[in-house]
């Protein structure tokens, strides 16, 4: 397969999802934003069972593998769908990103989301949004971004985002941020190969328009 990936990591609302959509864009190729797949298990566990089985790895593995769920890519934002139904809209809200990260602890459920996140490269051009993008998931992609922003920035935009008190957002974020950089399996961290991209000072087609320079120095875009 060939390895026409970009892959970009970072910190909770970054704005990785945003850049990494519009670079997507600008590139003309897919788009996903992997941690869809822990919502989707997210929005399972918290709607048709019970919280607590968020840390009961057992029972994850068997509802990751049942497939009661799935994931479409789209340009906007990527498509969960849960017993046949597209409940993005619920599952992008905080609660579920933090069960995501929450139930994201589990080795075997890595494992087993990372086979199901590879399929989304059809070979054809492929920008992927996520915690271990870079390191797991697709580690020969020849280009990698980390996305970051002060704490106050990223709990703003994402009160902004959902409507409430940055507050309450800037407290779910610190766990949030504990929990992913301190988990055993595929921790949030920067990798030497990453390019780190600081979003404070940009804005977003400043960022586009210097990711697309570092892909055309990578990537052969002229035949696509
Ligand atoms: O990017 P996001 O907010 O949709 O991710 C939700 C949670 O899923 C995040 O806090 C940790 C987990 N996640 C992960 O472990 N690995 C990924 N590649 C993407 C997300």
Not at 29 to 44: D, E, K
Not at 64 to 77: H, S
Not at 158 to 166: S, T, W
Not at 168 to 191: G, N
Request: overall charge negative; charged content about 25%.
């Amino acid at each position: 397969m060939n390895n026409l990936v970009i892959c970009i990591d970072g910190t909770a609302a970054s704005g990785k999802s945003t850049i990494s959509a519009k670079l997507a864009q600008k590139l003309g190729w897919q788009w996903v934003s992997t941690g869809a797949f822990y919502r989707a298990i997210g929005y399972l566990v918290l709607n048709h069972h019970s919280p607590e089985y968020l840390d009961d790895e057992a029972f994850l593995v068997n509802l990751v593998q049942e497939k009661n769920w799935d994931i479409q890519l789209g340009e906007i934002y990527t498509t969960i769908f849960v017993q046949g139904q597209d409940v993005s809209q619920a599952a992008y809200g905080e609660e579920y990103g933090s069960a995501a990260s929450r139930l994201s602890r589990h080795p075997v459920v890595r494992k087993l989301i990372v086979e199901e996140q590879r399929k989304m490269n059809r070979g054809q051009g492929l920008v992927a949004e996520g915690r271990d993008c870079g390191d797991v998931i697709f580690p020969k992609s020849a280009l990698k971004f980390f996305v970051t922003a002060s704490p106050e920035v990223r709990a703003q935009r994402r009160a902004q985002q959902l409507g409430v008190d940055p507050k309450l957002i800037s407290e779910e974020q610190k766990i949030r941020d504990y929990q992913d950089t301190h988990r055993k399996t595929a921790p949030l961290k920067t990798s030497e190969e990453s390019i780190l991209i600081e979003t404070d000072q940009f804005s977003i087609d400043e960022m586009i328009s210097m990711m697309f320079g570092y892909a055309q120095n990578r990537f052969d875009l002229s035949g696509e």
